[in-house]
């Protein structure tokens, strides 16, 4: 074989490779990720006060400030996210067990973010396999940690072993219970669940917030926040102070793998995934749609009562009002990020913890506002959605058809 | 004179599919021409290209002899090219009036609809050409053969000389045909020229003045009614002799399977769709359910089945009574069901053959062992459904959506004969397939019939009724107005009671 | 594929809603007595004031006794109930509904104003004020989706245009901010139109994307220089123009006819959407885009231009309706102002029917509940206001379960369009 023919040989493999990455949906993901960030960069710069200062003096100088300003803020977001190497290594080398703690806390706290996400993106991600689109996973979070603040307040003289799932599984029921309505409504009358999801997440607010001024206000305090949850109802941390990483997280990833095994092995997932394909083709084959629709729900809002349980029991040890900013929103764009898939959501879910606990420090370091990671989710979401501009933009081919394609329908649908 | 309407070597190419084949094709002044082929033949693609829904790939159209170019409807409509699709386009929540005059307003000054100057434009048109119609009826209330009327009234009000008919006779009775063609004839005398599709042989040789045969995206005849008889175009239309008789041993009708007394059945509007309906299907016997469509069949079978229950009368099954019964109680009795609308209820586009192959018996081993699926068993028997059925598929692991519509039939025939089955009923079920397809499924069919299977089979293509069924029961107006045995009668009689004339002998 | 031949039916009527609406129309009754005048002292008094605060013109007050008052109320909806329940109104039903729902209402009001006073004017000109963003919002919802695009991202387009509003009044001046935050609804809008038109996203998916960023880049942006800068966030506020004559009708004009432009913006709207929609050749061609776009194709409708258009033109309207949190009503933004008013105007457009005199009046329902949450607390009536504001969203989740009978919502709404 003369070198030419081999050349062409290597060419044709690295071509046939490189086609496969091109037509991969993961490519697709990394790419809108990256993209994404790029933008985040773009927006640090052309908000930033020094770049327009820079725009005197010449073009160059621009570009390089603006390069700076972006730097500056993704650095400041690496090590609010996972820590500093230096200071780890000079805690490290100290051998000062505080000082580890210290150094090494970003890291675990960034884990303590992500445990919420990935309640609520598996609470998103279930729904969307049985066609369901949950907008309320917001509601049924706030619902779920107000049913389980209710247990681990009042409930007293309970051995941890007892409280934490008694807790726990409050905050499913309660989650469940705010799903399982539209789901009921959606199966029996048609309502939309995503009208009935919206509507709900308000009504959760108002609910929270009247319970949060009234009964289930702390009696010693004038703000509408709850008292102290029970000691034996907190669930357990690993490390001492500052470290609040906690055993939440490793239910949050046992509960994924339930999602995996219920979805993909079992003859229930099966009925689940039939009935979102298509129910038409499920109601044919004799499954229940009206059970598989409710039974998805409940299950989907109790995930995102888990979320709520998680912050309640794990990180925040009471309830105040509005204490979510946005999990269950978020939940849907890492939802479609993690293709609804209980592993690319736990995916998603770490990655968006580490973004949101970077942001801030971010905020801290680099005096940018946290509400960035808001528009870098948005451009990522939106490349998602449409995969198409992604392909544009970096000349990917297209794929064969997906099997893996998340069928909604409009209003009117089914 | 040159032709009013000239193709020359059109050609369409879909992804893997060569639609149109250098296709020609003349239309003279004040002519009806049939565009026959059998489904799939490409004759839809041509008339879609011609009224600029789709662009062609290669060659020319020309109208009066004059080139032109054909990007949207608005440039064929412009040409005086009028479309009335197999699928009617009609707005059901707007007017007639509103549908007609809809891209083409008559307006006020300030773009103010003139909603009576064009109701009067529209009773001019029926005026004319005899098409009743009341312009300020909403069309979601008009009968079928009203629409097909507004369709075409849509038009001539935008003064189109060439009217393309795909289908029209699809959805018609044999009366309400009788009178779309002395229509067609009226159009015609007016100076219009008309091309009519469809693949049935009978109205080509009734209707048309000129016929062209497509195949496989081809041109591959061109003849006339006088010229040609029907064995010759069935031969044109299939590519090869086609034996129009299906050979079957007589039926040995053994002990009742499905017992029906009095049905009442609703459809999705909470109107009565069956009204008191009676009959019985005997092991080893094909009741044929002949009927225009939208007669009841549908909501039959939708209760038959377990998708809607009755509100009055009682369906018996194998000795069981089924009439609340739901789908899963019904299939696990031995019945199996071959839907009407294969895409929509039969098949999960978006998952595999395999999967699509155990959707109504994953739950029961051996495909399941408690509640976990026992996936190797699914692939295992996949492949065996793909070897046995002949299913072309490159792997059991790939979107069912992906196969052609043959194919498609081909796995919910596969898994619906695949399980042990005492009754079966079969809904349209070579609605849109090719010939080969169709001969295989009617062999497939009889087969499960000389096994002692009963068949209930529902069909609104006379044709096949006439070739399978050993009785058949005829659906009128949500009533069964008469079941007669398949050898005793003929094509005419169950025609005319297909359009509710009941034969007075005898009574 | 169930093609069905109308005139081949017997007629079968379900008695079903029928008797529903009847035993709804008798609870009212019954629950009108067993909490209210069940509770209410005999001589007791109720007082409306019929001049809303800072009016120059004086009406006497309408005072009533109660108890009669409730009773009549009573009798009434029993008797409704009662013909329904017998004979039935059939196609008039839901007007009927309404009667009876306003009576409740009012029972209420009269029941919880027993032996005090309320400003019934105040009431009805602070619910109108209430609904002006909710079915600006909703109009905007009607313009996407009668074009056949699901716009769930109402909210975020307010928002943004809240901000810009805000950000550019203060920059330049009022008209001209008021221009830029019509325009930023606007570009979201084609944002929207570009990913489910051009790029089929599913719709609601696309929503949220706005509505994620707009919350993200608002915030940002306040925190980054609004904050920082005090003068970038004083845009101050369109003021309150009397209209000659008609600002003189007593009760009814200083309800109407005395504020800012905001609500004479409204009432255009309103007439111009009708009209449009129902009476001119734009309105019928985007009507039958959202209805059957195949159809409209066939006839040589540009059916992704006609979206495109709708869309867009439901981007300004939202942005119209953003501006009036900043420019109209609080002078300055504040993160998160709209606090889901956006998702209200949703709800109010699928409770009016897709239908801008609908919308219009969903949102004067849902805005007197706001309004009423605010009296309550004067009142000392023992029901939270947190439990008032739930009202819009039970009120549209019970439409939604078909309560109020089936909507008449676009066919083809949230379908991209596939040109084979």
Redesign the interface.
């Given at each position: 074989m003369s070198n030419s023919d081999k050349a062409q040989e290597k060419k044709k493999f690295a071509g046939v490779f490189l086609d496969e990455i091109s037509k991969s949906p993961l490519t697709v993901t990394i790419l809108a990720i990256f993209s994404g960030l790029v933008l985040g960069g773009l927006l640090v710069a052309v908000t930033s006060e020094d770049v327009y200062a820079a725009v005197r003096v010449s073009f160059g100088e621009t570009l390089r400030v603006a390069w700076d300003a972006a730097w500056r803020t993704y650095k400041a977001l690496f090590i609010g996210s996972v820590g500093d190497p230096a200071r780890i290594m000079a805690a490290f080398q100290s051998g000062d067990a505080e000082a580890i703690r210290r150094a090494v806390n970003p890291f675990f706290e960034s884990l303590v973010q992500s445990t919420p996400y990935i309640f609520a993106g598996l609470a998103v991600a279930l729904g969307f396999r049985v066609g369901l689109f949950n907008i309320g996973a917001e509601g049924q979070l706030f619902i779920g940690a107000t049913t389980t603040v209710v247990v681990a307040l009042f409930l007293k003289g309970l051995p941890a072993i007892i409280h934490v799932p008694l807790a726990l599984l409050a905050g499913f029921i309660g989650g469940g219970f705010w799903g399982f309505i539209p789901g009921w409504l959606k199966a029996k009358t048609g309502g939309h669940e995503v009208i009935n999801t919206i509507m709900m997440n308000y009504i959760a607010f108002r609910l929270s917030e009247f319970l949060l001024r009234g009964p289930l206000k702390n009696p010693e305090g004038y703000s509408p926040i709850t008292a102290e949850i029970q000691d034996s109802a907190k669930l357990w941390r690993f490390f001492e102070s500052p470290i609040r990483f906690h055993i939440g997280f490793f239910i949050a990833l046992f509960c994924a793998y339930l999602v995996y095994l219920l979805l993909f092995?079992?003859?229930?997932?099966?009925?689940l995934?039939?009935v979102g394909?298509?129910p038409?083709?499920?109601?044919?084959?004799?499954?229940?749609i009206v059970k598989s629709t409710v039974v998805a729900m409940f299950l989907s809002g109790g995930l995102a009562g888990l979320a709520g349980a998680n912050e309640v029991l794990g990180v925040n040890h009471n309830l105040a009002v509005a204490f979510s900013s946005g999990y269950g929103f978020d939940s849907i764009a890492l939802a479609l990020l993690g293709k609804s898939h209980p592993l690319g959501v736990v995916l998603a879910a770490i990655l968006f913890g580490f973004l949101r606990n970077g942001a801030i420090q971010m905020q801290l370091t680099a005096g940018i506002p946290i509400d960035i990671i808001s528009v870098l989710q948005a451009a990522i979401l939106a490349f998602i959605a449409a995969p198409a501009i992604i392909r544009t933009i970096y000349r990917l081919k297209e794929p064969?058809?997906d099997?893996d394609?998340i069928?909604l329908r409009g209003w009117g649908g089914n | 004179m040159s032709p009013i309407l000239e193709l020359r070597g059109i050609t369409k190419r879909f992804p893997g599919v060569l639609a149109n084949d250098h296709i020609d094709l003349t239309l003279e002044q004040g002519e009806i021409h049939a565009l026959l082929g059998e489904n799939g033949a490409g004759k839809t693609t041509l008339m879609?290209i011609l009224?600029g829904?789709?662009s062609p790939d290669e060659g020319e159209i020309f109208v009066r002899g004059e080139k032109i170019e054909v990007r949207?409807?608005?440039d064929s409509?412009k040409a005086g090219v009028g479309?009335v699709?197999q699928h009617f386009?009609?707005?059901?929540?707007?007017t007639v009036t509103?549908?007609v005059?809809?891209?083409?307003?008559i307006?006020r000054m300030?773009?103010?609809?003139n909603r009576r100057a064009a109701a009067e434009r529209i009773r001019a048109i029926s005026d004319q050409y005899h098409l009743e119609v009341n312009p300020d009826a909403y069309v979601r209330?008009?009968?079928?053969g009203v629409q097909q009327r507004v369709e075409i009234i849509?038009l001539l009000y935008r003064e189109a000389d060439i009217l393309i008919l795909d289908e029209p006779t699809a959805?018609l009775t044999p009366q309400e045909v009788d009178e779309l063609f002395t229509i067609m004839r009226s159009l015609v005398e007016h100076g219009k020229s008309i091309i009519f599709i469809t693949h049935k042989l009978r109205e080509v040789l009734e209707f048309a003045d000129r016929i062209t045969v497509i195949r496989g995206g081809k041109v591959v005849g061109a003849t006339t009614p006088q010229e040609a008889d029907q064995n010759q175009l069935a031969a044109m239309m299939v590519g090869r002799a086609v034996d129009l008789h299906l050979e079957k041993a007589p039926a040995q009708p053994q002990d009742v399977v499905l017992q029906v007394e009095d049905l009442v059945v609703?459809?999705?509007?909470?109107?009565?769709?069956v009204?008191q309906v009676s009959f019985e299907v005997r092991a080893g016997e094909i009741l044929g359910v002949a009927g225009v469509?939208?007669?009841g069949q549908?909501?039959l079978v939708r209760a038959l089945?377990?998708?809607t229950n009755p509100v009055s009368g009682r369906v018996t099954l194998l000795g069981q009574d089924i009439t609340t019964a739901?789908?899963?109680?019904?299939?696990e009795l031995g019945s199996a069901?071959i839907?009407?609308?294969r895409q929509?209820?039969?098949?999960?586009?978006?998952?595999?053959v395999a999967?699509n192959f155990v959707?109504?018996t994953?739950?029961r081993p051996p495909f399941?062992r408690g509640?976990?699926?026992q996936e190797e068993k699914v692939l295992e028997t996949a492949e065996e459904i793909i070897e046995k059925f002949d299913v072309r598929t490159p792997s059991a692991l790939?979107?069912v959506?992906?196969l052609s519509g043959g194919n498609q039939q081909k796995v919910i025939v596969g898994r619906e004969f695949s399980r042990p089955i005492k009754f079966l009923v079969a809904s349209q079920p070579t609605r849109g397939l090719d010939v080969g397809s169709i001969e295989y499924i009617h062999h497939r069919l009889i087969e499960k019939r000389d096994d002692g299977c009963a068949v209930l089979l529902v069909s609104t293509e006379l044709d096949e009724i006439m070739e399978l069924s050993d009785r058949i029961a005829v659906m009128y107006?949500?009533k069964m107005i008469a079941i007669v045995d398949a050898a005793q009668t003929t094509k005419e009689e169950v025609g005319l009671l297909m359009a509710g004339v009941v034969a007075q002998s005898g009574g | 594929?169930?093609?069905?031949?109308?005139?081949?039916?017997?007629?079968?009527?379900?008695p079903t809603r029928q008797r529903v609406m009847g035993v709804v129309f008798l609870g009212i009754g019954v629950v009108l007595w067993f909490l209210f005048a069940r509770d209410v002292a005999p001589d007791a008094l109720t007082t409306y004031r019929l001049t809303p605060g800072g009016s120059a013109q004086e009406l006497p007050n309408w005072v009533f006794p109660t108890l009669p008052m409730l009773n009549f109320l009573i009798i009434f909806s029993i008797g409704l109930g009662a013909y329904q329940l017998v004979r039935g109104f059939g196609k008039r039903t839901n007007l009927v509904l309404g009667l009876v729902t306003a009576f409740f209402i009012f029972g209420f009001l009269s029941w919880a104003t027993s032996g005090g006073s309320l400003n019934l004017a105040g009431l009805f000109r602070s619910a109108l004020v209430k609904a002006v963003p909710l079915t600006i919002g909703a109009l905007s919802g009607v313009l996407c989706e009668r074009s056949g695009v699901v716009n769930i991202a109402i909210e975020g387009m307010m928002l943004t245009g809240a901000f810009v509003g805000a950000f550019v009044g203060s920059v330049t001046n009022l008209w001209i901010g008021l221009f830029a935050a019509v325009l930023s609804g606007g570009v979201l809008a084609a944002v929207l139109a570009v990913l489910s038109i051009k790029y089929k996203s599913d719709q609601i998916i696309a929503g949220t994307v706005i509505n994620i960023f707009a919350t993200g880049i608002t915030s940002f942006l306040s925190a980054k220089f609004l904050q920082k800068y005090q003068y970038l966030n004083d845009p101050g506020r369109f003021p309150t123009i009397k209209i000659p004559v008609l600002a003189d009708i007593p009760f009814v004009g200083p309800i109407l006819f005395q504020h800012n432009m905001f609500v004479y913006a409204l009432y255009f709207f309103l007439i111009a959407l009708t009209v449009g929609l129902y009476?001119?050749?734009?309105g019928?061609?985007t009507?039958?885009v959202g209805?059957?776009p195949?159809?409209?194709?066939?006839?040589?409708?540009?059916v992704y231009r006609t979206r495109y258009i709708s869309v867009i033109l439901g981007g300004f309207m939202a942005g119209f309706g953003g501006a009036y949190f900043t420019l109209g009503s609080v002078g300055r933004f504040d993160e998160v102002m709209t606090a889901g008013r956006g998702f209200i105007g949703l709800a109010a457009m699928i409770f009016g029917n897709w239908n801008p005199i609908g919308s219009f009046g969903a949102g004067l329902l849902f805005g007197f509940f706001d309004a009423l949450s605010a009296k309550v607390a004067i009142l000392k009536v023992p029901i939270p206001s947190e439990i008032m504001l739930m009202f819009p969203y039970l009120a549209t989740m019970i439409a939604l379960a078909g309560v109020v009978g089936r909507g008449?919502m676009p066919?083809a709404d949230g379908q991209p369009y596939e040109?084979?």
């Open positions: 092995k079992t003859t229930w997932g099966f009925t995934r039939t394909s298509n038409h083709a499920a109601r044919y084959a004799g499954m229940n064969e058809m099997l394609t069928t | 879609n009224y829904l789709y949207s409807p608005s409509i479309m699709h386009m009609l707005v059901p929540v707007f509103e549908n005059m809809l891209g083409d307003e307006t300030g773009g103010f609809l209330d008009l009968p079928v849509k959805v609703l459809d999705d509007a909470e109107q009565v769709a009204n469509q939208g007669n549908t909501e089945t377990g998708l739901s789908p899963r109680e019904i299939t069901h839907p009407e609308d929509r209820d039969g098949l999960v586009l978006t998952a595999t999967d959707l109504n994953y739950y399941a509640v976990w699926l790939i979107p959506g992906s107006r949500g | 594929m169930a093609e069905t031949v109308a005139n081949n039916h017997l007629t079968y009527v379900s009476y001119t050749r734009w019928l061609r009507r039958s209805e059957h195949k159809a409209a194709d066939t006839l040589g409708i540009n008449q066919a040109k084979e």
